[in-house]
DNA sequence: AAACATATCCGGTAGAGTCGAAAGACTTCT
DNA sequence: AGAAGTCTTTCGACTCTACCGGATATGTTT
């Protein structure tokens, strides 16, 4: 092959990424969901099978628990994932909210773990989930550390899509936060992902300055302030520098 | 095709078993690693990144953030995991141990929801970690909730394979205990997995009678005496009973 | 600057994936 | 119960595409 992808994997992925997205079903149906040959479908589901990442459970077809095995065993990988462990919990218990880790990833910025009484509280804040940069205070953060250049090619590739009436969705008005946050260390956001929640987050840089992830705490506009925002501004700022130094001795 | 499975997708699902197993690794190293001619490898994981389940980073290619985000929503899905959330923590706080919730597939006990203080403390206690069903507390509980045929089958196709010296593997030693488990409603192991490290589970019925999964407290033995063991015993099966009315109202 | 290692590109060909059609399982309706 | 309908699985022929050796490009080391 060469400069075009293979179909098959393409295909099968496609299989894959249905049963994650709108859940499990049975082949024709799957078939109609994916546009593709009901024979075909049944082929591909038949490998996938076997490969062990899709079952079969009461005549559906679904992803099995290997997905969260691999992204699991990744994880462990991630030298931000590990040098940042035990500081999430103590910005959890300091700040009694939601501490979370991300990354960015795809352009994206993705949850690696969250910190909590329980993890499934949150619907929107599992490991996985992934947003937009410009919606979030750690993806925000994560821009002021980036080349501008970086910044604009994201802008460009993706825009600024709207998700609350909050979300910054004009380009000189997000360059200048960046600019802000550069100059304070931490990123806020209010609402502009989801409305009524407000995030703070600080950049973890590495040794050669390269943003590597963000810290996170996240609550209900309710119970964040003007005060305990600086507050907590402090926490996980201070979290961030221990998991730079940390960084370094993974 | 038909009769025999997908050979491209089975590469491709090679070549992530192989980063998610091993590590990243670079073309010509994966390559070798699943014995591909190099061309092909670099073809496939050319695929494999523009469906985003892999990605480039440091000139390495890796599994990406996608597997942990499939893994959860399917969990989400899951009716057992839903109705269990909060009696994890329940169980989790009342005991102060390792609480977890398992469920079996494809013959194998897997972890899906890990509950404690901090949920990346234990290396084997992950979610989508796996491990024989013999050889821990809630697959013998799963076990003996099942047909006899069925325990048989599974034992025929993966024998009783020895974790530590303590790991039943005599199968009429394992349909004693079996016997045992139903007579008291819940399951002990005692380092059959983990030398030194002790498990109690009960199991999950739906409203069939069929097992669903099985609700664990693990610990050190130390911490695990004779008189501990009843109390916890009898946590997780009230935990199991809650869950079981619960898993008719999802 | 040359020598080496590794990644990427290219193109012909064998062989594999694709899909229509037919057969086989299940369900549902009468 | 039997039949009609729906969905899944099997089959086989044709076509397309995945495959891989070799050439080129990129990057690294001496």
Redesign the pocket.
Same mark, same amino acid.
């Given at each position: 092959?060469?400069?075009?992808?293979? @179909?098959?994997? !393409?295909? #099968?992925f496609a299989l894959v990424d249905e049963l994650a997205e709108n859940g499990g079903? @049975?082949?024709? !149906?799957? #078939?109609e969901r994916v546009d593709?040959?009901?024979?075909?479908?049944?082929?591909?589901?038949?490998?996938l099978v076997e490969t062990g990442y899709v079952r079969?459970e009461d005549?559906?077809y679904q992803t099995t628990t290997r997905f969260l095995e691999v992204g699991h065993r990744q994880r462990h990988r991630l030298e931000v994932f590990k040098a940042v462990r035990d500081e999430l919990e103590t910005v959890a218990e300091e700040t009694g909210e939601h501490a979370t880790l991300f990354v960015e990833e795809a352009d994206q910025a993705v949850i690696l773990a969250v910190q909590e009484g329980s993890d499934a509280v949150n619907l929107f804040a599992y490991p996985g989930a992934r947003m937009p940069l410009h919606a979030v205070a750690p993806g925000k953060a994560m821009l002021a550390s980036m080349p501008t250049d970086r910044v604009e090619e994201i802008i460009d590739r993706h825009g600024l899509v709207e998700l609350t009436s909050r979300t910054i969705t004009n380009p000189d008005v997000l360059f200048d936060q960046l600019e802000e946050i550069r100059g304070q260390g931490y990123a806020v956001d209010e609402g502009e992902r989801i409305a009524g929640m407000v995030c703070i987050a600080a950049p973890i840089f590495d040794k050669n300055d390269r943003v590597r992830g963000a810290i996170c705490v996240c609550g209900p506009q309710s119970r964040i302030d003007e005060t305990r925002r600086d507050e907590i501004a402090d926490v996980v700022q201070r979290a961030a520098n221990v998991t730079q130094v940390n960084l370094d001795y993974v």
């Open positions: 092959m060469g400069r075009t992808s293979n @179909r098959s994997v !393409e295909r #099968a079903g @049975r082949v024709s !149906e799957l #078939a593709m040959p009901v024979s075909t479908a049944h082929d591909h589901l038949q490998t079969m005549k559906e």
